[in-house]
């Protein structure tokens, strides 16, 4: 829910594009889990038994590329390029996460913790689909059946991996940081909330007079 003084994080395509990520991601784990475990095969049961399982499967992996092309395309500059030497002190001190740190170094909109999670999700995302258009069309695959065998594992590989930090995603994008999880749901997040997480980044905003405030008026930029 919208509180007055909530500034605007994130924008209504921003959210579309990461739910659309999201939810097809969780959908191909679930149905990837029905195909690879027998004791999971039941899975398959709501979507008319293996076969139709594998035709949701394919059809979700599809949804998904899209989806991460649009988000590599918007996310790229801002989650995807390390800026020294503020993030590798952010790094040197794991964002104030496994141990206290008095003040943690401030960053730009995304931390470290956030572009690895994004750069781990665009590599083995753009992984997964590449073995999985393969394992799809073998008969397009140029290689031989002996290197195509690999590119089940590493398949698997790009799934453990995803899957993994999904959850690490996940808590700290909740419990881990109360308030955050706004951004995404609403585009709005309480100053306060922001200011602990980004604060750089609000002093950015504030000064070049970008910053939208839910129920007040755009700040307008400091004079030089």
Not at 49 to 68: A, D, E, P, Q
Not at 98 to 119: I, R
Request: aromatic share 16%; net charge positive.
């Amino acid at each position: 829910m919208k509180k007055k003084g909530m500034i605007k994080v994130t924008t209504g395509y921003e959210r579309f594009v990461h739910w659309i990520l999201a939810i097809s991601c969780l959908l191909l784990c679930f149905t990837g889990l029905g195909m690879m475990f027998h004791s999971l095969n039941f899975f398959g049961a709501i979507m008319g038994g293996l076969k139709g399982l594998k035709v949701v499967h394919n059809f979700t992996g599809l949804v998904f590329g899209v989806s991460l092309i649009m988000a590599i395309k918007m996310w790229w500059k801002e989650a995807g390029i390390f800026v020294f030497p503020e993030d590798l002190d952010w790094i040197k001190t794991a964002g104030g996460y496994l141990w206290h740190v008095d003040k943690v170094p401030e960053t730009g909109k995304y931390n470290p913790g956030q572009k690895m999670f994004f750069l781990t999700v665009a590599l083995f995302g753009l992984l997964m689909l590449v073995t999985g258009f393969f394992m799809w069309f073998p008969a397009c695959f140029p290689f031989g059946i002996e290197l195509l065998r690999w590119f089940y594992t590493l398949h698997v590989l790009g799934f453990v991996v995803i899957f993994a930090f999904f959850f690490i995603h996940l808590y700290l994008g909740t419990i881990g940081n109360p308030g955050s999880v706004q951004a995404m749901i609403t585009g709005w997040m309480e100053k306060p909330v922001l200011k602990m997480l980004h604060p750089k980044w609000l002093k950015e905003m504030e000064h070049e007079g970008k910053l939208e405030v839910y129920g007040g008026e755009k700040k307008k930029p400091d004079a030089h």
